[in-house]
T-cell receptor
Framework: EDQVTQSPEALRLQEGESSSLNCSYT??????LFWYRQDPGKGPEFLFT???AGEEKEKERLKATLTKKESFLHITAPKPEDSATYLC???????????FGKGTLLTVNP | DAGVIQSPRHEVTEMGQEVTLRCKPI?????LFWYRQTMMRGLELLIY????????DSGMPEDRFSAKMPNASFSTLKIQPSEPRDSAVYFC??????????????FGPGTRLLVL
């Protein structure tokens, strides 16, 4: 069965303390792996799409990487404003929809 | 670009009442998606449309839920009759099948529904 699992469920960091979020997936025929950020009371905001193993993308303090079984969202020297829920999702198979994980709630303390 | 627009932003209703949620996708996008988000179940896809035609409604919970897309710039999600367990945040998203950002979904701000 196709699925996506994110870990940890919650992560608390001190400002400047780098870490990584994990997204493990199983799908036949991955077309894309997506990362979104969601702030409280708002809709998910698109961050990155990764299409093939070995691909990396960066935006400010965030870098997303992809292997054949998982994706990582690396956060370097995070700031309090990076606090949010980070969602990953994949597209693949015969349909045109995204399957989302439950998310990782990141809290960065000043 | 105004992004995906949803209305109302908040809705409080009583059990048994009809609820209609509205969505305007990004201009030029040919896919539209309706999601429901709760703490317990996360983000769940309810239904999606391509060129105004429903493609997959397997996520619609039951017959009380219905969705329409009469044209490329408007969609509705209706719950009739509503029940307390329908309380959630409902998101609309749209995407395009063309170009470098195909399949990337852009979300609206959501409608927070509370059924008493």
């Amino acid at each position: 069965e196709d699925q996506v699992t994110q870990s940890p469920e919650a992560l608390r960091l001190q400002e400047g303390e780098s870490s990584s979020l994990n997204c493990s997936y199983t799908v036949s025929g991955l077309r894309g792996l997506f990362w979104y950020r969601q702030d409280p009371g708002k809709g998910p905001e698109f961050l990155f799409t990764l299409y093939s193993a070995g691909e990396e993308k960066e935006k400010e303090r965030l870098k997303a990487t992809l292997t054949k079984k998982e994706s990582f969202l690396h956060i370097t020297a995070p700031k309090p404003e990076d606090s949010a829920t980070y969602l990953c999702a994949y597209s693949g198979g015969s349909n045109y929809k995204l399957t989302f994980g439950k998310g990782t709630l990141l809290t960065v303390n000043p | 670009d105004a992004g995906v627009i949803q209305s109302p932003r908040h809705e409080v209703t009583e059990m048994g009442q009809e609820v209609t949620l509205r969505c305007k996708p990004i201009s030029g996008h040919d896919y539209l998606f309706w999601y429901r988000q709760t703490m317990m179940r996360g983000l769940e896809l309810l239904i999606y449309f391509n060129n105004n035609v429903p493609i997959d409604d397997s996520g619609m919970p039951e017959d009380r839920f219905s969705a329409k897309m009469p044209n490329a710039s408007f969609s509705t999600l209706k719950i009739q009759p509503s029940e307390p367990r329908d309380s959630a945040v409902y998101f609309c998203a749209s995407s395009t099948s063309a170009g470098a950002l195909q399949e990337t979904q852009y979300f609206g701000p959501g409608t927070r529904l509370l059924v008493l």
